[in-house]
């Protein structure tokens, strides 16, 4: 029901945007997050936003990086990354959640597939 897309091969200092394209059902009442998993580390939280868009929340290490937004009227989140350094590589995936903050609690409903992010330095 939610599937991340946008992954792909960038050199350090570049810019990818991810999309994570719901189906199924509506998401727009639902807060949406991106998480990322590196290799031989835990999943960690990367950005939310609230169902309204009203409400963002950033990990510290992706802060004036990376921006989040959403279209309710195409069910799609985005993550844009800018400034792209090594240590953004993972999986990226999308999720839903009841709140921003259930997101921010990892208390997610709905998970999507990933998205694979390299970034050559």
């Known amino acids: 029901q939610l599937q991340a897309s946008g992954g792909g091969l960038v050199q350090a200092g570049g810019s990818l945007r991810l999309s994570c394209a719901a189906s199924?059902?509506?998401?727009?009442?639902?807060?949406m997050g991106w998480f990322r998993q590196a290799p031989g580390k835990e999943r960690e939280f990367v950005s939310a936003?609230?169902?309204?868009?009203?409400?963002?929340h950033y990990a510290d290490s992706v802060e004036g990086r990376f921006t989040i937004s959403r279209d309710n009227a195409k069910n799609t989140v985005y993550l844009q990354m800018n400034s792209l350094n090594a240590e953004d590589t993972a999986v990226y995936y999308c999720?839903?959640?009841?709140?921003?903050?259930?997101?921010?609690?990892?208390?997610?409903?709905?998970w999507g597939q990933g998205t694979q992010v390299t970034v050559s330095s």
């Open positions: 199924g059902r509506t998401f727009s009442t639902y807060a």
């Open positions: 936003i609230s169902w309204g868009g009203g409400t963002t």
């Open positions: 999720a839903a959640a009841a709140t921003i903050g259930h997101t921010l609690r990892s208390e997610l409903d709905y």
